[in-house]
C-alpha cells in the first residue's frame, strides 16, 4: 500500500494523461492546480477509500504491463496505455474509472474550481477560463437583446 | 395549500416536464392533485449560481440524482453500453437542464408507430406552445448565423414550422420568454425576457431580480407548476421518494389504490389516491413498476431510446463565442434521420461533449478527427474554444428490446433495487447517425470552418434525451399502456411520462411532445373521472 504523498503523485500522473501541462505540454495543466486534491475529494466521494484503491490499481496494472515500473514513471503515451487496459476491464465498475477520472480531470482544470474559495464563493477567476478565454456567466449578453422602443 | 380531502382525485408522482403539466390541467379542472417529487423546489435567484459545475455535475451539484442531503453520495446506478446518465430532481425535473428546444415531432413518426394520428396531437401542441409559451427567437447569436450560412452553403434549404415533414433549416422553437430589451441596468422589471445569457443547461435565473413565474426558460417549475398552485386544488410535496405502488383486487382486475413513500428524514408513509399518474422518466418509472412488483408483460424496461447524440465541432478564424444567445437558436431537420442543432456550451461542457469518445480516428470522414481528445489535443481545442462552433447531432435510433431499464440485482439505493440501463444502437441507427454526423460536418466546413479542425465527438451514448420502456400501444401483449396513457394492466394507475412513446418521435427533441400527450391525456382522465 503506498503512503498518501504517493497517491497524490499517481493521481496527479493520471491527470496529466488528460489535462498535461510543462514539461508535456506548454501552457499551464491539471499538475499545475494540483488536480489530485480535487480528484482525490471526489473518488472517496463516490466510495470511501477509492482515493486510495485507485492509485494502487494503477501501479499493479502499470508493474505487471512495464517490468515493474509505477505509474508516475511512465510516459503520457504508457499511461494511456493503462487506462485503455482498464476500459476493457472484466469488472464494469473498473471499466468506468478511466471516464471519472478523464471528468475530474477536465473539471479540475477548466471547471470553477480553481476560482472558488473554500466555501465555494467566486474570488478570481478560474485557470480554465483564462485557458479558454471565457468571460464567465452573466446576467445578459447586451448585444444580443433588442434595442429599446423609444 | 394542502388538498382538503384526505384523498385526493389524482396523486402525480414526478414533478418534472410532465407531471407538472398533468397537475395544472387536472387542477384547472376542478380535481383535487397531490405531487410527490422526489427533489425540492428550487428558487432560482438564490440558488442558481450559472458555474456548470456547481449546478450539474453527477456528483455533488444542485441537479445531480441522489440523497437531498447533497453531502452523500449519488445514487448508484448501473449501466452498460451508455455513458452519463442524466436524471435531475426537482420541481422541473429535466426541464431545469434543458436547452428548452420545443420543436413537435415528425409528422411520420408518429403516423408510423403511434396509437393514435398526428392531428390528434396538433391542439394540444398549440395549447402547450401558448401556456409556457414557446417563441422563435427574433435576433441570432453568431453561432447560430454561422449555422445558417453553412447549411445554404451546402444547399440546405429553409423550411417553415412547425409540422416538419421535409428537410431544412429553421429557427429554433424555444420555451423561452421572448428577447428582452437593452435597459441600464439588466434587471427587472426593466428587462423583462429572455436576457440571451447563454446558460439554459446550466439552469436559468435571468433576468436578475425577476420573479419565478417571470424567469426567461420555461422549465416547468417556473411555469406549468405555478399555475396548477394558482388553482388551490394542487399540492407539491417535495423531498419525498415514492417507492411502491400498492394495488388491490377488484371485480377480477388489478387497481391501483395508493403509493408508499420515504420523506426526508426516512419516515414512511402512504397516500391514497383514486387516480395514480407515473411520471418519473424512462428510467425511474419501470423501475417503480418493477419494484411494485406490478405485472410485466415481457414489455416492461424495454425499447430504450436516446436519440445517441454526437458532437461535431469545427474552428473558425475569428470569434464565434458559442456560449452567447439562448443555448440553440437554429436547427436543422432530416425526417427519416434525426436532426442537427447549433449548441451553446461553457468551457467544461465543451470539454466533456468533445473528449470523452473512443480511441481517437484520423479523418474517416469530413473530419480531421475523430473520438477521444486527450492531452495537448484537448488543450489546444479548448484554446481554440471562442472561435469554436459545436452543432449537437439526434439521431431517430431504434428501439430494441435489449436496450432497456431492468432492476440491478445486488445493488440498491435508500429507497429500492438499483436501475439498470443498458443501450444497444442497430446497424440503421449507425447509418443515420454517420450520416447526420457528415451533414453537420459539411455545414461547419460551408460557414467556413477550417477544414482541418472538424473533429467528431462519437460521443457515448447519454440520457440527455429518453423515451421508451412502458410504450404505448392498443395490443396489452405488444404494450404497457393504453392510448389513454391507463396501464393495461393495472386499472387506475396512468403513466404520462416520455417512458409510453413507441419511438423517439424521429429524433426532435421530446420534451415539447411530451407535454402535448400528458394534456391529451388529461383531458381524457377529466372525462373518466366525471363519467
Redesign the interface.
Known amino acids: 500500500m503506498s503512503s498518501p504523498e504517493e497517491n497524490a503523485l499517481t493521481l496527479r500522473a493520471a491527470a496529466e ?4 501541462g510543462p514539461p ?2 506548454p ?1 499551464p ?1 491539471a499538475a499545475d492546480v494540483h488536480a489530485e486534491l480535487f480528484i482525490s475529494h ?1 473518488l472517496d ?3 470511501p477509500g477509492l482515493a486510495q484503491g485507485l492509485p494502487d490499481l494503477l501501479n499493479e496494472l502499470s508493474g505487471t504491463t512495464f517490468e515493474g515500473r509505477s505509474f508516475v514513471d511512465l510516459s ?1 503515451e504508457e499511461r ?1 496505455k493503462i487506462f ?1 487496459l482498464l476500459s476493457t476491464h472484466d469488472v ?1 465498475q473498473l471499466r ?1 474509472l478511466p ?1 471519472v477520472l ?2 475530474l480531470s ?2 479540475a482544470v ?4 480553481t476560482g472558488q474559495d473554500a466555501d ?1 464563493a ?1 474570488t478570481r477567476r478560474p485557470l ?2 483564462q ?4 468571460d ?7 448585444k ?6 423609444r | 395549500m394542502a388538498v382538503k380531502s384526505n384523498m385526493p382525485d389524482v396523486l402525480i408522482v414526478g414533478a418534472g416536464g410532465t407531471g407538472a403539466v398533468m397537475a395544472k390541467e387536472l387542477a384547472e379542472a376542478g380535481l383535487g392533485v397531490v405531487v410527490l417529487e422526489a427533489g425540492p423546489w428550487h428558487d432560482p435567484q438564490r440558488e442558481f449560481n450559472g458555474l456548470e459545475w456547481d449546478m450539474f455535475n453527477p456528483f455533488d451539484s444542485l441537479f445531480r440524482w441522489g440523497p437531498l442531503d447533497r453531502t452523500k453520495a449519488p445514487y448508484p446506478r448501473v449501466r452498460d453500453g451508455i455513458g452519463l446518465l442524466f436524471q435531475t430532481p426537482g420541481v422541473g425535473g429535466n426541464t431545469l437542464h434543458y436547452g428548452a428546444n420545443c420543436p413537435r415531432a415528425y409528422i411520420d413518426a408518429i403516423e408510423s408507430d403511434w396509437p393514435f394520428r398526428y392531428r390528434d396531437l396538433v391542439p394540444y401542441y398549440y395549447k402547450v406552445e401558448e401556456t409556457l409559451p414557446v417563441a422563435v427567437p427574433e435576433v441570432a447569436a453568431t453561432k447560430d448565423e454561422l449555422f445558417i450560412k453553412g447549411c445554404e452553403a451546402i444547399g440546405i434549404g429553409h423550411v417553415a414550422g412547425p409540422d416538419i415533414r421535409t428537410s431544412g433549416w429553421r429557427m429554433q422553437p424555444n420555451a423561452i420568454l421572448p428577447i428582452a430589451e437593452d435597459t441600464d441596468p439588466l434587471v427587472y422589471p426593466a428587462t423583462d425576457g429572455c436576457t440571451q445569457c447563454g446558460e439554459c443547461i446550466v439552469g436559468c435565473r435571468n433576468p436578475e431580480g425577476t420573479p419565478l413565474e417571470r424567469t426567461a426558460k420555461r422549465s416547468t417549475n417556473v411555469s406549468y407548476a405555478p399555475l396548477a398552485l394558482k388553482t388551490k386544488h394542487c399540492e407539491f410535496r417535495t423531498g419525498v421518494f415514492v417507492t411502491e405502488v400498492v394495488t388491490e383486487e377488484h371485480e377480477g382486475t388489478l387497481r391501483a389504490r395508493a403509493v408508499r413513500y420515504r420523506e426526508a428524514d426516512g419516515t414512511l408513509k402512504e397516500q391514497d389516491a383514486s387516480i395514480i399518474i407515473l411520471a418519473c422518466g424512462p428510467i425511474e418509472t419501470p423501475r417503480l413498476w418493477l419494484s411494485s412488483g406490478l405485472p410485466d408483460n415481457g414489455h416492461v424496461g424495454k425499447y430504450f431510446t436516446t436519440h445517441w447524440f454526437d458532437y461535431i465541432s469545427g474552428v473558425f478564424s475569428s470569434e464565434v463565442n458559442m456560449y452567447e444567445g439562448q443555448t440553440s437558436m437554429v436547427r436543422a431537420e432530416f425526417p427519416g434521420y434525426g436532426f442537427f442543432e447549433s449548441q451553446g456550451a461553457g468551457p467544461l461542457t465543451f470539454a466533456l461533449a468533445t473528449s470523452m469518445g473512443p480511441r481517437a480516428v484520423m479523418g474517416e470522414g469530413p473530419w480531421a478527427l475523430s473520438g477521444r481528445t486527450w492531452g495537448s489535443a484537448l488543450k489546444r481545442r479548448m484554446e481554440a474554444y471562442r472561435r469554436t462552433l459545436m452543432l449537437v447531432v439526434c439521431v431517430d435510433d431504434d428501439g430494441l428490446p435489449e436496450s432497456s431499464v431492468s432492476l440491478a440485482p445486488g445493488v440498491s439505493d435508500e429507497n429500492n433495487t438499483a436501475p439498470m440501463v443498458r443501450y444497444r444502437a442497430s446497424n440503421q441507427t449507425h447509418r443515420k447517425r454517420d450520416w447526420l454526423s457528415r451533414r453537420a460536418a459539411e455545414v461547419l466546413i460551408g460557414a467556413g470552418a477550417d477544414p482541418d479542425s472538424i473533429h467528431r465527438a462519437d460521443a457515448a451514448p447519454s440520457t440527455v434525451h429518453q423515451h421508451g420502456t412502458m410504450r404505448m400501444g392498443t395490443d396489452p401483449s405488444t404494450s404497457v399502456v393504453s392510448p389513454t396513457g391507463e396501464a393495461h394492466a393495472v386499472q387506475h394507475l396512468f403513466i404520462c411520462d416520455t417512458s409510453i412513446f413507441p419511438n423517439g418521435i424521429g429524433g426532435p427533441n421530446p420534451t415539447l411532445t411530451a407535454q402535448a400527450v400528458a394534456t391529451m391525456m388529461a383531458d381524457g382522465i377529466v372525462r373518466y373521472l366525471s363519467s
Not at chain 1, 17 to 20: E, G, L, N, Q, R
Open positions: 494523461v488528460f489535462v498535461p508535456h505540454d501552457t495543466g471526489y466521494f463516490l466510495i503520457l494511456t485503455d464494469e468506468e471516464l478523464g471528468v477536465c473539471a477548466y471547471g470553477e474550481w465555494g467566486l480554465g477560463w485557458l479558454t478565454g471565457f464567465g456567466p452573466s446576467r445578459g449578453r447586451r444580443l437583446l433588442r434595442r429599446p422602443e
